[in-house]
């Protein structure tokens, strides 16, 4: 019986499925290249997002916070949408005014002492530590710390002397940013109107756009980025403000100098997630070291009930795991987008990666289900 040839076999590597994935991967990397080329065209762009950018994402936060309010008064009061934003408007100004009036003030007055103050309190709390390692046991504790002390005073002398060298040269740059900043706030209030009044619509009008096939795909996904950048903007700015109340309050029971505004720094900074709340505790443990040890244990008392409030109540009920991010993951993008962007790369490099999150895990669905090469075979 003649034995049938058999058919010849292909290397493995001219399957369809391996010549699609090296066409993908070209493909990337042909996009990074073209980046690198046209800077030409980034630039204006850049120019353009960085006069626009300010009063957008302002207009933006505040959308967020206030949008779940407006919609809850024309649902459960049936109230005009556009009169119900007036009146919070005129609500949000007559605040603006009594803080302006009332708390601003104080900050500025405190905010100027501890800059005018700042090089004697961190001598003087130098000098404390030092006091406290002068037991020959801790002696290498001590050069150490004196290193870090002199590398500091260094690090801190380099940078005012450059300030105050660049001064005059910056004054363009400083009075432009003035401008800017001047300008974001008049015309915020305005692209906040809209966003509150129309922005409900924005998504079905954007999917005009998109062809009728991908439409609903198209909603899903700014569907999700607007539920995750919302969770996080609503709830880091809640948790930022019980921060500031709890250290305030905190810091006035036990007696510490300028408690509003280290309360008001801490909340602030807690808006770095894992990081802020540890920046928040230099100054005050610097000033508290210059009153006397046992305040120093009074303002780690406080620091230590406010954490465990912070982490075991305030934060699994306002932000849960809304997102839904490993803190290593929450550190490296923290790190690398403060490295690359600066502060902003700080504060947005979350928000900025959750948004990537959500676009890149609906193209990898879109591409298991296009290429076929996740199927069993």
Not at 32 to 59: C, E, Y
Not at 133 to 157: C, F, G, H, I
Not at 247 to 265: M, P, Q, V
Request: with cysteine.
């Amino acid at each position: 019986m003649q034995r049938l040839k058999a058919k010849p076999t292909r290397p493995a590597w001219t399957s369809q499925k391996t010549i699609r994935t090296l066409v993908i991967i070209l493909l990337v990397l042909a996009c990074f290249f073209l980046g690198k080329q046209v800077d030409w065209l980034l630039t204006p762009l850049q120019q353009f997002f960085s006069i626009v950018g300010f009063p957008i994402i302002l207009a933006g936060v505040l959308y967020y916070l206030m949008n779940p309010l407006v919609d809850w008064l024309e649902r459960k009061h049936h109230l005009k949408r556009t009169w119900t934003i007036i009146g919070l408007f005129v609500l949000i100004l007559g605040l603006v005014v009594w803080g302006i009036v009332a708390i601003i003030p104080t900050i500025r007055t405190q905010t100027l002492a501890i800059i005018d103050d700042w090089s004697k309190y961190w001598q003087n709390a130098s000098d404390q530590v030092n006091h406290w390692l002068n037991d020959p046991e801790l002696a290498s504790v001590r050069k150490t710390v004196d290193q870090w002390n002199t590398d500091a005073s260094k690090l801190l002398s380099g940078k005012f002397t450059k300030y105050l060298t660049g001064t005059v040269a910056s004054l363009t740059s400083v009075v432009s940013t003035v401008t800017t900043v001047i300008i974001g706030l008049i015309t915020a209030p305005f692209i906040l109107f809209y966003l509150l009044r129309d922005g409900h619509q924005l998504p079905k009008y954007l999917a005009t756009f998109i062809p009728t096939k991908g439409r609903a795909s198209f909603l899903q996904v700014l569907t999700e980025i607007n539920s995750q950048v919302s969770n996080y903007i609503r709830g880091q700015l809640t948790v930022a403000f019980f921060v500031a109340v709890m250290f305030a309050i905190g810091y006035s029971l036990i007696g510490l100098k300028f408690a509003l505004t280290l309360g008001i720094a801490a909340g602030l900074l807690n808006l770095i997630p894992y990081l802020g709340s540890f920046l928040a505790m230099v100054p005050s443990v610097v000033i508290a070291l210059v009153i006397s040890p046992w305040m120093l244990v009074k303002v780690l008392i406080v620091f230590v009930i406010e954490q465990t409030i912070e982490g075991r109540v305030i934060s699994p009920l306002v932000l849960g795991s809304s997102l839904a991010i490993h803190p290593v993951t929450i550190l490296i993008v923290l790190l690398a987008s403060g490295k690359i962007f600066g502060l902003m790369g700080v504060i947005f490099g979350i928000p900025g990666y959750a948004i990537l999150k959500v676009l890149v895990t609906h193209l990898f669905a879109w591409y298991q289900a296009q290429s076929g090469l996740y199927n069993d075979d």
